[in-house]
């Protein structure tokens, strides 16, 4: 086909993710707590003969941008062939593979969902464009906002994280407005998966068991488990665990509270179970990683 002339919409196909392999980007359990990673196509595609194997990303929205070259991906399942220009949108949760023709030049955009809530969080108004994979042709402007990114993001400004929010939310924008006004919204699981993360992290320091979240999502304990092991390959459990050692990297990394503290504010009653946890899932001490991040 000659370029994107109409955008393509898929569904999730959740029942096959716990077969998909999840990938984590940074080298560690969690995200690295940078606010975002972009990197050229070349980059992750070149060294892997121009091909990526079937996975997902469990917390992790992707927006590719091709520039030129021929692109073969498949997702959720379905294959398709597209040729750039093209703007890719690829929620977290979505198994995708590619093929890439030799020389394909572009940009992969990575976000932590967490980290950008007026993108993704639930009600609104770009979580629903957002929250389902499609192609479309993109705008013009878009190569030079992702250019934009990829300098600011290599850089150590002392508004670096104010310029990478900023050209992030600007291409998050600029992605809704490819998808176009006929967008379909989340689906009902969708929307409750969603709703238990946000109970996740506005309940952390409660340390909240399964059975406080099931009851305020009016979900058994049994449903809430089978949803999120069909959603994310992950127990409900895992997906606590997860996000509350997501944010106690964030807290190591962007605070000055003792370990102790950070502990107790992501539900760690224990500070001796903490640092089990933490080292058991990250590798290594928690004091340990705060001091990998700042030397």
Same mark, same amino acid.
């Given at each position: 086909?000659?370029?994107?002339?109409?955008?393509?919409?898929?569904?999730?196909?959740?029942?096959?993710?716990?077969?998909?392999? +999840?990938?984590?980007?940074?080298?560690?359990?969690?995200?690295?707590?940078?606010?975002? %990673?972009?990197?050229?196509?070349?980059?992750?595609?070149?060294?892997?003969?121009?091909?990526?194997?079937? %996975?997902?990303?469990?917390?992790?929205?992707? #927006?590719? /941008?091709? #520039? +030129?070259?021929?692109?073969?991906?498949?997702? &959720?399942?379905?294959?398709?062939?597209?040729?750039?220009?093209? /703007?890719?949108?690829?929620?977290?949760?979505?198994?995708?593979?590619? !093929?890439?023709?030799?020389?394909?030049?572009?940009?992969?955009?990575?976000?932590?969902?967490?980290?950008?809530?007026?993108?993704?969080?639930?009600?609104?108004?770009?979580? &629903?464009?957002?929250?389902?994979?499609?192609?479309?042709?993109?705008?013009?402007?878009?190569?030079?906002?992702?250019?934009?990114?990829?300098?600011?993001?290599?850089? &150590?400004?002392?508004?670096?994280?104010?310029? /990478?929010?900023?050209?992030?939310?600007?291409?998050?924008?600029?992605?809704?407005?490819?998808?176009?006004?006929? !967008?379909?919204?989340?689906?009902?699981?969708?929307?409750?998966?969603?709703?238990?993360?946000? /109970?996740?992290?506005?309940?952390?320091?409660?340390?909240?068991?399964?059975?406080?979240?099931?009851?305020?999502?009016?979900? +058994?304990?049994?449903?809430?488990?089978?949803?999120?092991?069909?959603?994310?390959?992950? +127990?409900?459990?895992?997906?606590?665990?997860?996000?509350?050692?997501?944010? !106690?990297?964030?807290?190591?990394?962007?605070?000055?509270?003792?370990?102790?503290?950070?502990?107790?504010?992501?539900?760690?009653?224990?500070?001796?179970?903490?640092?089990?946890?933490?080292?058991?899932?990250?590798?290594?001490?928690?004091?340990?990683?705060?001091?990998?991040?700042?030397?």
């Amino acid at each position: 086909m000659d370029g994107v002339l109409d955008f393509w919409h898929f569904s999730a196909m959740a029942g096959r993710e716990a077969q998909i392999r +999840s990938w984590q980007l940074y080298g560690e359990e969690a995200p690295f707590p940078d606010l975002l %990673h972009i990197e050229a196509i070349v980059d992750r595609a070149q060294g892997h003969d121009w091909r990526i194997d079937t %996975h997902h990303h469990l917390q992790l929205h992707q #927006i590719f /941008l091709f #520039i +030129s070259g021929d692109i073969a991906p498949t997702v &959720a399942g379905s294959r398709w062939q597209v040729t750039a220009p093209c /703007l890719l949108n690829l929620p977290r949760r979505t198994p995708h593979s590619f !093929a890439f023709s030799a020389g394909t030049e572009g940009h992969v955009l990575t976000l932590a969902a967490a980290d950008f809530p007026e993108l993704f969080a639930p009600g609104e108004a770009a979580a &629903a464009a957002l929250a389902l994979p499609f192609a479309a042709k993109p705008v013009p402007e878009l190569p030079g906002l992702f250019a934009r990114l990829s300098a600011a993001h290599a850089t &150590a400004h002392p508004l670096r994280g104010l310029r /990478l929010r900023s050209l992030a939310l600007t291409i998050g924008l600029a992605t809704v407005e490819a998808a176009g006004p006929g !967008a379909p919204l989340e689906g009902r699981d969708d929307r409750r998966l969603l709703a238990f993360e946000t /109970l996740i992290r506005q309940h952390l320091a409660q340390g909240w068991q399964l059975a406080d979240y099931a009851r305020a999502l009016a979900l +058994s304990e049994r449903h809430l488990r089978r949803l999120c092991l069909a959603l994310t390959g992950q +127990s409900a459990h895992a997906l606590i665990e997860t996000t509350r050692l997501r944010e !106690a990297c964030r807290l190591l990394a962007y605070t000055r509270m003792q370990v102790q503290q950070v502990g107790f504010a992501t539900g760690f009653d224990d500070p001796a179970y903490f640092a089990r946890v933490f080292r058991r899932r990250m590798g290594r001490s928690p004091s340990a990683y705060r001091a990998r991040l700042n030397a």
